[in-house]
């Protein structure tokens, strides 16, 4: 899920409490709360590092299974490589569809 206000204000002050109302922040820890603009640009830089971070989240569901590679593993240990060279051909084939930024 992309970061939000709650998401910047726990990262800026970790174990404090506020609450929203309204899109307005109340501070109720005896800390001093962060500025507009450390919530602001805190908020920049998590969702861009979300946004950076994209190609990860598509990948996830189409790599094949974990199981797949122990066969695989299993196999190729034993002398056939046959299905490690399946398995490999199927990542690659994930990272080609989503590929990593400035790659």
């Known amino acids: ?3 939000d206000l709650a998401d910047a204000l ?14 307005e922040i109340e501070w109720l820890s005896e ?3 962060p500025t507009q603009d450390e919530v602001d640009a ?9 946004d950076h971070s994209e190609y990860q989240r ?10 797949e590679f122990a066969d695989a593993m299993y196999w ?6 046959s299905k490690m060279i399946a398995y490999e051909a199927k990542v690659a084939a994930v990272k080609d569809k989503y590929p990593k930024p400035g790659a």
């Open 76 to 81: 190729m240990r034993q002398g056939d490589e």
């Open 1 to 3: 899920m992309k970061p």
């Open 10 to 23: 726990v990262s800026l002050r970790p174990g404090e409490e506020w609450v929203v109302r309204d899109g």
């Open 42 to 50: 805190r908020l920049s830089e998590l969702r861009a590092a979300y």
């Open 31 to 33: 800390t001093t709360p």
């Open 58 to 67: 598509m990948r996830v569901d189409e790599y094949p299974p974990i199981a």
